[in-house]
């Protein structure tokens, strides 16, 4: 079949779009009623209809007749008018795009040089009206038709892009209680070895029952996978296959914790103690390329089944947080047995108002009462309290300077509802619509922050409900350190004495102004209020010999280290002032 736009142009498929182009081509058209599903003929790949659009091999249109017999598209996925949009001159085409009215440019024309392929007897056009009727004997059909597996692999793929939310209930149970048809389908839409094991080990879980592990090793395995973390990326079929499915699970447990480290031993059983203190039912660490003897500490804590380790590596320049997140989101089996996730720091902690909610799970049950996704907690940053070196006292005991409620926020949300997370707040496709709300039930709003419409900053901060404590700063020592592990959410440094020498620089000039904090505000009540179970945790934790003898281990790793990144710091003492006032601090304690 030979679609051309207004300008004469042919629609076609080139570079993994659907595009204008002055040369002739035979786009691949399956029909059904007034419903196209278009697709790559010549080679059967994954296309988009406009830059930035979903990746699939089938895309599906409604047509619309004019009175003079040309046709306009609807692409049924974004509810949005394909358009045919001009070539430049030295172009040989243009990706099309998809508006929300009808001009000049939305109008195509139909040439039958050769002719669509009639799927009526497979999927009839009642169900492109109304895919909440698609019924597992409908996919059935699809299966057992003789439309080559080519075939069904477009239609499937079309119409699980184009009716996601009605499409998943009876495919997922197809795949989930059909033996035979979940490996054909499988087999016909999912390429990627990594996700097609995850799909079948998803289906054996479930069916085993649920179980737990605590440590796996997912070394070299999902490297560069944080594509899923990046804000406006959308799902492939076979992702958005594995998402279904991941949906369409119930949680049987409330509440979880997630977070990623790297080089942070030193601060690893205060964060477990206070978040076991503070109900959280599981914890998952992912860590990735540890020099600081971390790695024993975590397998004895998986070992003794009080967290669930996930050691990875991540590629240089690899963003090991966005990996992370990302197999926590599309990857790991566990999370999903938990109704709420919280994404947090290694030095973040969330604490909850103990004179309204005995602990996480009360809070979070609050919030399960109404329709809600995704709870927005603020930050609120504590100062470095006049402190020039660590101590090996936990570190919500050390500090005392408490800021006020910040703008910035972390979340706490349901996992089963997106497919990666930002820094600061998780993200799902755009056919959904999650509901954000900030820890008090409010609505989250996020147009007066410094970045209109970035979710990760509250219009309205409130800290009445739940608080993230953020040790971002520390003693002087340790702002150091900080600048020596590599961001989570930045590249990955895989040299081992480093200092990131211009962020720290850059940094310097606020922890200055916060290092001789003394006045702390009353937003420290939460945290406060919730010590003391903390530190019990944190000795209970040290009670035990091997956990013990495993963090003095990192405590000597630390200290060797530390020299070797102060006598790093002396060498940039000429070219950066702030650098010579940290070493004053540091060296006149």
């Known amino acids: 079949m030979i679609i051309q736009d207004f300008h004469g142009n042919f629609l076609s498929v080139v570079n993994g779009h659907l595009v204008s182009t002055r040369k002739k081509s035979d786009l691949g058209v399956m029909i059904s009623g007034k419903n196209f599903i278009f697709y790559d003929k010549n080679q ?49 085409y243009q990706v099309c795009g998809l508006r929300d009215e009808k001009y000049d440019w939305e109008i195509f024309s139909i040439h039958l040089e050769s002719d669509a392929e009639n799927i009526e007897d497979v999927i009839e056009e009642r169900f492109f009206c109304n895919p909440g009727s698609i019924t597992v004997a409908e996919i059935t059909k699809i299966i057992e038709s003789k439309l080559s597996d080519r075939k069904k692999k477009i239609l499937l793929s079309a119409l699980l892009a184009a009716f996601e939310l009605d499409f998943q209930k009876p495919l997922c149970e197809c795949i989930e209680k059909i033996d035979v048809f979940s490996k054909i389908i499988i087999d016909l839409l999912v390429d990627n070895e990594e996700i097609k094991k995850s799909l079948i080990e998803l289906m054996l879980w479930m069916r085993l029952g649920r179980g737990e592990e605590y440590y796996y090793d997912i070394s070299g395995k999902f490297l560069g996978f944080d594509k899923t973390s990046h804000s406006g990326y959308e799902l492939n079929t076979e992702e958005t296959l594995l998402h279904c499915l991941r949906r369409n699970i119930s949680p049987i447990k409330k509440s979880c914790i997630v977070t990623t480290i790297k080089n942070e031993g030193v601060y690893i059983l205060d964060w477990i103690a206070h978040h076991k203190a503070m109900g959280f039912e599981k914890i998952f660490i992912y860590s990735n390329d540890n020099t600081d003897n971390s790695d024993n500490l975590l397998k004895i804590l998986s070992d003794k089944k009080i ?68 709870i927005c907690i603020n930050w609120c940053f504590v100062s470095p ?24 926020i972390k979340s706490c949300f349901r996992p089963h509802f997106f497919h990666g997370s930002h820094p600061h707040y998780p993200i799902s496709s755009s056919i959904y619509n999650p509901i954000f709300v900030e820890s008090d039930k409010s609505a989250h709003t996020s147009l007066l922050g410094p970045i209109r419409g970035e979710k990760a900053f509250s219009d309205f901060p409130t800290g009445s409900d739940a608080i993230v404590y953020h040790y971002f700063l520390k003693s002087a020592e340790e702002f150091v350190w900080k600048f020596s592990r590599n961001r989570g959410d930045y590249p990955n440094v895989v040299d081992d004495i480093y200092i990131n020498i211009e962020d720290m620089v850059s940094f310097s000039s606020h922890f200055f102004q916060e290092y001789k904090q003394t006045h702390s505000n009353e937003t420290g009540k939460l945290m406060l209020a919730s010590r ?10 040290l009670e035990d010999a091997d956990i013990l003898h495993a963090y003095n281990l990192i405590l000597s790793s630390y200290k060797e280290r530390m020299e070797k990144l102060l006598q790093l710091c002396k060498t940039y003492e000429g070219k950066y002032e702030n650098c010579s006032r940290l070493l004053n601090i540091i060296e006149n304690d």
Request: charged share 25%; net charge negative.
């Open 44 to 92: 059967f790949e994954n296309f988009s209809v406009c830059e930035g659009g979903r990746s699939v091999c089938g895309h599906a249109f409604a047509a619309s007749i004019n009175e003079d017999g040309n046709i306009s598209f609807l692409h049924l996925e974004t509810g949005k008018i394909l358009s045919g949009i001009p070539c430049q001159e030295d172009h040989d």
């Open 307 to 374: 967290i669930t380790w996930l050691k990875s590596t991540a590629a240089p320049g690899a963003n090991a947080q966005g990996q992370s997140y990302s197999h926590a989101l599309m990857f790991n089996k566990e999370i999903l047995n938990y109704e709420w996730s919280a994404f947090v720091d290694m030095d973040e902690f969330f604490c909850v108002n103990k004179s309204k909610f005995f602990n996480i799970n009360e809070f979070l049950l609050w919030h399960s009462q109404s329709r809600e996704d995704c």
């Open 532 to 541: 003391e179970e903390s530190i019990k945790e944190r000795e209970k934790l």
């Open 385 to 408: 309290s006049n402190q020039s070196r660590f101590r090996q006292d936990p570190i919500f005991s050390r500090f005392d300077v408490y800021g006020g409620i910040d703008q910035h």
